[in-house]
Every structure is written in structure tokens, then in C-alpha cells.
């Protein structure tokens, strides 16, 4: 049994094949953190003296024998009593008392075979509030998915200040590392790593999206992990508003990480028998190093958040090809040369509708641009379906810009406070999606777009962030629930679209990659990873986004060069080979390429096509990292381990190096591999342990070596 209760002891142990997460109830009925680490295979080996009544972790004149201090580790903890920590749950109750205790009531175990689902239910002793936890193990992916329940169960109103969705809690200890994704526009998912010192460090997002400067994933070692090997403790949250993760670590060596909603400018005001519900963060613990760690939430993302299955198809955008200057001819054109290429998706992007010619004016008139399409999109889309590709358009419904019709119309539907300016951003206004007509309204134009056309996919796009998030219109103590209505709003836009119609895929991009998060991916299929389309600065932000998200639902184009590295042009396998390890796409402008390089990326589209299985629903492995060397090599293992693909990239090197040794892994031991330019066949167990040779000349040269077993 995964999930075991000790009935004397009020004891959980929650086991994988990797790890146990064990909790209790002490003596005065509050909830415990006991363990989370490796494999415990009997329950008798939770100590609970060790965690619960250790010496440790006692404040000055606090009575050693007494359960329960200031530093105790509590499941869900609630700001009341002597709690210092990072509080789970803030509240303020009607009269005016803002101390919350909590604690259990009951629990109930249930869910699915593989994924069984603990809830404990906590109370506050005195007043009508109860939080109920849930604990959702995934056995087979060492994962805990975790999530709080906040229920009012009296008749006055309460007030949430803070309610994070979980608290994870370390061994005891010090030397802790922490690894986390950080970044900017066209620089996003950037890996760093570093002592996790004494006090608190907080990862957080306050712009109303995930944000390109931070992404809510941790990782934990202790120093000492690599990218195969060692204890590393992990987590991604589930949100695309306003969060934070907050490592809290004292001088007693209790590290906690907690996470949820960002508490910043929040309040949620609870009416008699509503309930608040947090996102969910999942979290895990492997002894495979940080390697191990994204290969469990990858197939976490695979198997239990996208919303859809089966491949990515290749598709074309024609951005960077024509901007804003599309109409139906030239789209066209771009579709048969795409076509001619093997590509499955035409996408239009930005600029085919309202008086959209810039990005001055437009935003919010959602009708096609007859100038550009005298025949509405009709005629295009017919084309693109008889060149044998599905449909696709861009769209970023929650923005407006000042000229436009919308807006002249509903000026009082976007974010602002009076007495303010309305700070425009990319020349936009951000709608005000926690009122209903405007999440109606966006339905409604949305929805009549995919009635009206034969569109199967949508790029959804977010140009930029919240601010002045006034809703005044709102009564007051609801007010700064805006943070969290934006979010669950686009959440439930992109929810019933879904719903309706359910051929259609999309894609979440905001300004490249600042909405990147496993909240939007049970919404989205894809992610578009950013707008830096160059394939040796893409090497760095595709493996920071590879910590945490599937290659599935990473979204890289093959781009023209000379963009965004001025100067710098790499050969067409390179920039293939580095788009290839995502879901694959095409941005550059075709209309320009010469015949050989059309028959080339031809031939690397139908290569791609053979192998994306692998690539896409497959085991990923990070060889050799941009930041660490001057080559790359990124693998990837099918499920049954009888095929693996292996794209190796030069980067700009010096002093005549060699291309290192490739060392692949997960292959099965005693099988014998067919290799891309080895004669023989070669042992699993040889090819992981004496590597592959590989020869590369030149900087940005690059090679794909493919493993089958024979
Ligand atoms: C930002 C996106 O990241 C780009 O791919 C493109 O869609 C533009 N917006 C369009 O305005």
C-alpha cells in the first residue's frame, strides 16, 4: 500500500519506490512533517521522537520536554501562537482576531490505483474554518501533488492575507544548494545555482503572469548532486499569476520551502461556505541527481497535466517572416513553400485583424483586416487545408490597445485607478478578466472565431504585465482578489473553449517565454519558449526550461539568422538540430531560401517526423550543458529504451579542442545499438561506458547521432 496510516501512532507514511513523505499528528492534535526522503520500507522506521520532540530547534526558556516549538515543521502551518516560519495560511476572522491554529479532524484516503489521494482535514479549535490538505502520490514518478482546500464553515465572512499551497520540508541540515530558473525577455529559464544561506530567499512573480524573471521551480541538493547522481528535492508550482516560492532557513537547520499565490497585494475574502482553493505544487525526491528530477516532471507533464496526447505537429509561423505585414497572398505563398517542406500547422501570427498595422492600434477588434483579407480568412485557410496543414491564428485577448474599438467603447474594462495614469506597455491595457462581461465577452469573440473558421490552433499571446490592477467597481474587500481572478480567468476562458472545441490545440507565449508554468499547461499544449529564435542562445534557455517542462511542450523555431546575434549565422542542420530537441517549428521567411536549403530543411523535417516520438514522449538527458562547455549534447531514450536520439552542437570554441566524448544513458546494458556512423553494432553497457566518439569542425557545427537496437 502506498499510502499507510498508523492508527496508534496518528502516522502517514506516503511511499514510492524512491522516497517516503511521512506526517503526523502530535500530542495536541497539530499536523506534523516527519520525513521526505528515501525509501522507509517499514512504517516502524518513522521515528517520531526524532522529528517531532528533538532538542533542536528550541527558542531560549522553551521547555525541552514539551511538544511543539518555534521551529517545529508543521504540514500546513498557520500564523498563530510562536510561529516565525513562513506561514502557509494568514487569516483574519471577523472580530478581528487574526491568530489561526489548526487542528486534525479527520482524514479520508482515495483516488485511482497509482495515484492515491491522502486529504487530512484540519480545524481551528475555536473558530468555523477548516483547511483540508491533500496529498496526491504518484508512486511510480516519486511525486507528491499537493494542494489546500480553505473552507469557511460559519456564517461571518473570514479574511485570507496568505494561502500558499504547500510547505515542503528538509532533513535537517546546512551545506543546502539551491538550483532555480531565472531571466528576461529573450533570455529566459537561465540556470543558477547557490548556497542556500541563513534567512529567506524568495523566488517570486508580482506582474500578474509567470514572468520571464523568475519561473516557480526549486531544486535542493546539498552540494554535492550532479546531473545523474545524488539527493536533489524539487518542485514546480501550477500557477500563472502573481507567486512565490520562499526557502525559510535557520540557524537550527530547518530549511522549508513554501509556495502558492503570492501573498503580495492579496486578499480573498471567504463568505459563509465558500471555499478558496490553492494551486497545486508538486514536489518530489530522487537520488538521481537534477537529471532525475526533470525526467519526473516531465512525465508528470506528460501523463497528468497536458491536455491532450499524441505528437506536436511541425509547424510554420510567419512571424519573423512578414511581422505585421500579412495578407492573404503572401501567407499563402509561405504556405506552399512550408508545405513543400513536410510542415503540418501554418500558423498567422500578429497583425490580420482590426487596424492592425503596428502595434499602435488594434488590440481588442478581433475582425479580420479587410484590407489585408478582402475575403476574410476563408480563402487562406482553404489553401493552407488543400497543401494537406491544419490552420492556426494568433490572438492576445487580454490586451487592448488605447486605439481601438474595444477600447472606445469599454474604456472602464481595463486595470486602472482613478487619479492615476494607465501606464501603457507595448503601447497596451491589460483587461480586467476578474469582471464577467469581459471574460464573456472574450468567450464569445473567441469562440465565434473558431465557429467561423476552420482554425485548429491558437497562439495565445500575453505582450505584457499587469499594473495599477484596480478594480474599484468591486465591493472593497474583494478588491485585491484581481491577482488571482486574472489568472483562474484565463484559466476558465481557455477551459470552455476547450470544451467546445475540442480539435483545437493552443499554444501559450507571453513575449516569448513569460508564461511558462504547469498551471497553463493543463490549459495549453505548448508552450512557445521565447522569442529568441537564435539556436546558440536558445541552447542555454532551453535547457534551464528543460529542468522543469517537457521537450514536448517546448516550442523552437528554425529562424533566420542574424536577428538576435548580429553577425552570427550557423548552417541549417545547426539551427534544425537545435529546434529538434523541442517541438519542432519553422519561423524564417521560406520566400527567401535557395533550393538547396529548401531540399535540406525538407529532409530534416521528414527526419524529424520519423524521430519526434522519441524526442517528445521519451526520456530526456542532459550530456554536456552550454553553460558548462563549448559543446552541447542533449539526449533522448524512448520509453522501451530500444531507441535514442542524441543531437550534439559545437558551439564557439578555442584553442583547437577536441569535441568530447558523447556518454549516452538509459540504454538497456546488454542490448546491442545500431549507431549513426559506427560499422558494428555496440553493447548498451559499452556505449554508455566508452562513449561515442564524435568529430565536429568548425564553430556551430553540429551532428545527430541516432541509437537503435538491433
Ligand atoms: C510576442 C510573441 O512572443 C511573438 O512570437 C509574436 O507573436 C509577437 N508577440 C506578436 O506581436
Known amino acids: 500500500m502506498p499510502i499507510l496510516f498508523d492508527g496508534e501512532r496518528r ?141 469557511n464553515v460559519g456564517r461571518a465572512p473570514v479574511t485570507l492575507e496568505q494561502a500558499l499551497s504547500a510547505a515542503w520540508h528538509l532533513p535537517r541540515g546546512r551545506d543546502y544548494r539551491l ?79 513554501s509556495g502558492g499565490v503570492n501573498d503580495f497585494d492579496f486578499a480573498w475574502h471567504l463568505e459563509a461556505n465558500e471555499t478558496f482553493e490553492t494551486p497545486s505544487f508538486v514536489g518530489g525526491y530522487t537520488r538521481e541527481g537534477f537529471g532525475g528530477a526533470s525526467r519526473a516532471l516531465h512525465r508528470y507533464a506528460r501523463r497528468h497535466v497536458l491536455p491532450s496526447g499524441g505528437h506536436r505537429p511541425v509547424l510554420y509561423n510567419s512571424w519573423e517572416a512578414t511581422y505585421f505585414d500579412v495578407d492573404e497572398e503572401t501567407q499563402g505563398e509561405l504556405a506552399e513553400k512550408a508545405a513543400s517542406l513536410g ?98 465577452h472574450l468567450f464569445a469573440v473567441l469562440d465565434g472565431l473558431l465557429e467561423e473558421n476552420e482554425i485548429s490552433f491558437i497562439k495565445w499571446d500575453m505582450n505584457r504585465p499587469l499594473s495599477e490592477p484596480g478594480w474599484l467597481e468591486a465591493p472593497k474587500e474583494r478588491q485585491r482578489e484581481v491577482w488571482v481572478r486574472h489568472a483562474r480567468g484565463v484559466y476558465e476562458i481557455l477551459k470552455r473553449l476547450r470544451e467546445k472545441h475540442p480539435g483545437v490545440a493552443f499554444e501559450s507565449c507571453s513575449s516569448g517565454g513569460g508564461r511558462v508554468d504547469l498551471g497553463i499547461l493543463r490549459y495549453a499544449d505548448q508552450i512557445w519558449t521565447s522569442d529568441n529564435t537564435d539556436p546558440f542562445d ?26 538576435w546575434a548580429k553577425n552570427r549565422t550557423a548552417s541549417i542542420s545547426y539551427r534544425f538540430h537545435s529546434a529538434m530537441m523541442g517541438s519542432l517549428g519553422i519561423g524564417a521567411n521560406l520566400l527567401e531560401w535557395s533550393e538547396e536549403e529548401m531540399e535540406e530543411a525538407g529532409r530534416l523535417v521528414g527526419h524529424y517526423k520519423e524521430i519526434r516520438d522519441v524526442i517528445q514522449e521519451g526520456d530526456q538527458y542532459r550530456l554536456l550543458s552550454p553553460r558548462e562547455g563549448e559543446t552541447t549534447a542533449v539526449q533522448y531514450v524512448s520509453g522501451n529504451r530500444r531507441a535514442s536520439v542524441i543531437f550534439v552542437l559545437r558551439n564557439p570554441h578555442q584553442f583547437l579542442d577536441p569535441t568530447p566524448r558523447v556518454y549516452p544513458r538509459g540504454l538497456k546494458e546488454n542490448s546491442l545499438y545500431r549507431v549513426t556512423g559506427v560499422e558494428e553494432p555496440r553493447s548498451g553497457s559499452a556505449l554508455m561506458g566508452r562513449g561515442i566518439e564524435v568529430s565536429l569542425e568548425g564553430d556551430l557545427t553540429s551532428a545527430m547521432i541516432e541509437l537503435t537496437e538491433t
Not at 428 to 434: D, G, I, T, Y
Not at 538 to 560: F, H, N, T
Request: with cysteine; net charge negative.
Open 11 to 151: 502516522l502517514w507514511a506516503l511511499r514510492s519506490g524512491g522516497a517516503t513523505y511521512g506526517l503526523a499528528v502530535d500530542g495536541e492534535g497539530r499536523l506534523r512533517h516527519l520525513c521526505f526522503g528515501p525509501p522507509l520500507p517499514r512504517l516502524e522506521d518513522l521515528d517520531r521522537t526524532d522529528e517531532i520532540s528533538s532538542p533542536l530547534g528550541r527558542e531560549s526558556f522553551f521547555p525541552w520536554e514539551s511538544p511543539g516549538g518555534p521551529n517545529e515543521r508543521y504540514e500546513y502551518p498557520a500564523w498563530g501562537g510562536m510561529y516565525y516560519h513562513e506561514p502557509c495560511l494568514k487569516a483574519t476572522f471577523d472580530d478581528g482576531v487574526r491568530d489561526v491554529r489548526l487542528v486534525y479532524e479527520h482524514h479520508d484516503t482515495r483516488g485511482d490505483e497509482g495515484a492515491p489521494e491522502l486529504v487530512v482535514t484540519l480545524r481551528d479549535p475555536h473558530y468555523p474554518l477548516r483547511v483540508h490538505l491533500h496529498f496526491r502520490l504518484f508512486e511510480e514518478l516519486d511525486l507528491l501533488e499537493r494542494y489546500a482546500v480553505v473552507e
Open 179 to 257: 538550483t532555480h530558473l531565472a531571466g528576461r525577455f529573450a533570455a529566459e529559464t537561465q540556470i543558477f545555482r547557490e548556497a542556500v544561506s541563513l534567512g529567506k530567499k524568495v523566488l517570486e512573480s508580482r506582474r500578474g503572469n509567470t514572468s520571464h524573471h523568475a519561473n516557480p521551480f526549486f531544486a535542493v541538493d546539498r552540494g554535492t548532486a550532479t546531473e545523474e547522481w545524488g539527493e536533489v528535492w524539487f518542485g514546480a508550482l501550477g500557477w500563472s499569476g502573481n507567486w512565490k516560492i520562499v526557502l525559510d532557513h535557520d540557524a537550527w537547520g530547518v530549511l522549508q520551502v
Open 343 to 440: 510542415v503540418e500547422l501554418f500558423v498567422v501570427d500578429d497583425g490580420w485583424f482590426g487596424e492592425r498595422n503596428d502595434d499602435r492600434r488594434g488590440l481588442g477588434d478581433w475582425w479580420v483586416n479587410r484590407e489585408k483579407f478582402p475575403r476574410g480568412l476563408e480563402p487562406l485557410i482553404e489553401r493552407v487545408h488543400s497543401l494537406g496543414m491544419d490552420f492556426g491564428l494568433w490572438v492576445e485577448p487580454e490586451m487592448v490597445n488605447p486605439d481601438s474599438d474595444l477600447y472606445r467603447e469599454h474604456p472602464d474594462w481595463v486595470y486602472h485607478f482613478p487619479n492615476r495614469p494607465r501606464t501603457e506597455s507595448r503601447n497596451q491595457l491589460v483587461l480586467n478578466l476578474a469582471r464577467r462581461e469581459v471574460r464573456e
Open 538 to 563: 536558445r541552447l542555454k534557455i532551453q535547457e534551464g526550461y528543460s529542468m522543469a517542462y517537457p521537450a514536448k511542450a517546448m516550442m523552437c523555431w528554425v529562424a533566420d539568422p542574424g536577428f
